[in-house]
């Protein structure tokens, strides 16, 4: 009989384990769940009693003005702003001081540059946003920018700030009202043009404006 040939073993070797890529639950791995808010997308909603009485003294005054408000933070990332304290105050062209101490709820400060500005100057950082939760710019009839500080921990806080401002007596949230109006509009009709020659206007057909009118 002829020898047995020997099989060769066979070993199986396992997949290393580092080559092996991961997969996340769902492809979600970088989902952390954190609810991440940008400057921009703070709303400040100004109660129209503050709004009026800031456009009534720019029609009066030449000077710079302040106040202070309250800011209510219940719907956040939208800031309510409300309530008036008034002090009695200096003011110029170029600066406004209050001679009142505030009440300690009201958080908020308001002041008007009276030159058209659109921007905080470096002494309104100084004075007026690096002491107040919320600082608001008041100027050319509008609101037009405001920082937030946001407290980290113990004194340190995160200045951010937005220009994402309205007034209550301009602002009505129509987005439920939208929803119930169903388009159903087929061809868009333009602005009706004016026939020079039988002096009328032109009559739309539903698909364009005719010629001559009817």
């Excluded at 099989?7 to 791995?29: L, P």
């Excluded at 308001?110 to 946003?129: K, V």
């Excluded at 061809?187 to 206007?201: A, E, F, L, R």
Aim: proline share 3%.
């Amino acid at each position: 009989m002829g020898k047995k040939k020997k099989r060769k073993k066979i070993e199986k070797r396992e997949e290393s384990k580092e080559t092996e890529t991961y997969k996340g639950d769902d492809d979600n791995i970088w989902d952390s769940g954190l609810n991440i808010i940008k400057g921009q997308d703070i709303h400040i909603l100004v109660s129209e009693e503050i709004s009026r009485l800031c456009k009534a003294l720019e029609q009066r005054v030449d000077t710079e003005f302040m106040l202070y408000a309250k800011a209510d933070f219940r719907t956040f990332p939208t800031i309510t702003i409300q309530d008036i304290f008034f002090p009695e105050q200096e003011a110029s062209y170029a600066y406004v001081k209050s001679l009142e101490k505030k009440p300690d709820e009201f958080n908020v400060v308001i002041h008007r540059h009276p030159h058209g500005n659109t921007q905080f100057s470096a002494t309104d950082d100084e004075f007026l946003n690096n002491n107040s939760l919320i600082s608001m710019l008041f100027t050319n009839g509008e609101f037009a920018t405001a920082t937030i500080n946001i407290k980290i921990n113990g004194t340190s806080f995160v200045q951010v700030e937005t220009e994402n401002i309205e007034s209550e007596e301009n602002y009505i949230n129509v987005e439920p009202f939208l929803k119930k109006i169903r388009n159903v509009t087929q061809n868009t009709q333009p602005q009706q043009t004016w026939n020079k020659w039988n002096n009328k206007w032109n009559k739309w057909n539903g698909n364009s404006y005719n010629s001559y009118y009817y």
